[in-house]
């Protein structure tokens, strides 16, 4: 096999390690192209092709982190993953760890730990790699990494996200939330959320914000049902699909741009969490994008016409 044929047999692989550290799908791909060129550019070929890419994807995640992270704490507002609609790595040994360790929900929570303890716990818990593979990775001894699995294990159950088991009813429930939300029906949202349910925007100052946070039922019922039902009346539509392995729908303008993206965090039969990321940086690699403050603008003109 081929330096090449190696490389792309194990691309999805390494685009998902990365992904899961850097939280971005952009700095992914830059981290695994860049993978690509270390290796080609070595002189020997390694016992192991997938130890070897999967450390070097790793080290430089790890790099572009410590980076990023001080430009996520002067971040506007909230800040979120780019949003997965397809994770290309499939695993079936594995398939709950890759779904869980995907979503919003547990990405933010990764978030939270350094980028040492945030990569041994993606190539341990995740991934299921070998203590004596994680610490080629981070290069650091065996017993360290232990160290920092113990830590970030420890974070990560604290605030662990729990999602419906069930695919079949989750995405039923979606059904139902988006179809409500299309004709902009009140009661038939606030039956289907949580009690203290929370949506949060990310729009990152680039963009109009549907939300900063909104707190409960009523609250965010009300909200959708009043922002929607004059968005479709510009030609605003929206498509139901997976984000983050989780329900969410893409928003799209009258020329079929992408607006933004909704994800839902589904349990016990109930939206707990609803998510949009309109910040147009995060929305690029799903294709052209559509102006915001335009398509704003013209909702806002579209209400006095009818009012």
Same mark, same amino acid.
């Given at each position: 096999m ?6 792309e ?27 690509? @060129? ?14 070897f ?22 971040y ?30 547990? @990405? ?33 001894s065996?017993?360290?990494?232990r ?5 970030? !294990? ?6 662990r ?18 179809g ?7 009661v038939?949202? !606030? ?62 303008d009258?020329?079929g ?51």
């Amino acid at each position: 096999m081929s330096k090449v044929e190696e490389f792309e047999e194990l691309r999805p692989l390494l685009f998902s390690i990365a992904y899961r550290i850097l939280g971005s799908v952009g700095e992914a791909e830059d981290a695994v192209q860049e993978t690509w @060129l270390r290796f080609d550019g070595s002189a020997t070929r390694p016992t192991s092709t997938k130890a070897f890419l999967s450390a070097t994807v790793t080290r430089i995640s790890i790099d572009v982190l410590r980076s990023a992270r001080v430009r996520r704490e002067e971040y506007v507002g909230p800040w979120f993953p780019e949003p997965l609609l397809t994770d290309p790595y499939q695993d079936p040994a594995r398939s709950a760890e890759l779904a869980d360790s995907v979503s919003m929900a547990a @990405l933010l929570l990764l978030e939270r730990l350094s980028p040492l303890e945030r990569s041994v716990f993606v190539l341990r818990e995740v991934f299921g790699f070998g203590f004596d593979e994680v610490a080629a990775a981070v290069e650091r001894s065996e017993a360290a990494c232990r160290q920092l699995l113990v830590r970030a !294990r420890r974070h990560m159950q604290a605030g662990r996200p729990r999602f419906e088991a069930d695919r079949r009813e989750r995405q039923e429930l979606a059904t139902r939330f988006f179809g409500a939300l299309r004709d902009g029906d009140v009661v038939g949202l !606030r039956d289907l959320l949580a009690a203290d349910v929370s949506m949060v925007g990310d729009s990152g100052g680039k963009a109009p914000q549907l939300a900063r946070a909104v707190i409960g039922a009523e609250n965010v019922a009300r909200l959708l049902a009043s922002v929607f039902p004059r968005m479709a009346w510009i030609d605003v539509t929206f498509e139901p699909h997976e984000v983050n392995g989780q329900p969410g729908a893409i928003f799209r303008d009258r020329d079929g741009r992408v607006l933004h993206i909704m994800a839902l965090d589904v349990l016990d039969g109930q939206i707990q969490t609803i998510r949009s990321v309109i910040n147009p940086d995060k929305l690029g690699h799903l294709g052209p994008v559509a102006d915001a403050w335009a398509v704003d603008r013209e909702v806002k003109q579209a209400r006095r016409q009818t009012k």
